[in-house]
């Protein structure tokens, strides 16, 4: 198995985050790899010109994209894990391969939200496109699922 002596963790404090925080930790702390914490603001909509977001302050914006950071770096911390946080703005599929490269990253750890392709279109998401970005190893943290019942 490779060895992972750099872990980007992505966060973004909603549940699926959380997950990957967690699970995450877990991994570097058996690991004892040196731990990096990524929170990305997303300004796709800024950029795509919608009139909604635009009404919102770009500031709050990114104080409260702070404040996740915050928060990512002090639950490691919780979980045992001295994590260096990074806070960027733009696409995260630009930002996370851009900073995996730029720390020399060997694993970047992602949450995961289940959607369906119409979902995903009509929201511009481009989730799939990560792993041809990056050339290191990807783990997307997923909580455990109640099976579908029909």
């Known amino acids: ?56 302050s770009f500031e709050l914006e990114h104080e409260t994209a702070k404040e996740v950071l915050r928060e990512g770096v ?16 733009g696409n995260p599929m630009m930002q996370i391969p851009s900073f995996a490269k730029a720390l020399d990253i060997d694993l970047i750890v992602v949450g995961h939200h289940p959607s369906g392709f119409l979902s995903r279109w009509w929201s511009g998401q481009d989730d799939g496109r990560l792993l041809d970005r990056v050339s290191c190893s990807v783990l997307v943290a997923m909580e455990p699922q109640e099976p579908k019942t029909r």
């Open 1 to 56: 198995m490779t060895s992972y002596r750099r872990i980007l963790l992505c966060y973004n404090a909603t549940a699926q985050g959380r997950c990957a925080l967690r699970l995450g930790a877990h991994l570097a702390r058996q690991l004892h790899a040196e731990t990096h914490l990524l929170a990305v603001l997303d300004d796709t909509e800024w950029t795509r010109g919608l009139d909604v977001v635009a009404a919102v």
């Open 74 to 89: 002090d639950r490691l911390a919780n979980l045992g894990v001295v994590a260096q946080g990074h806070l960027a703005i």
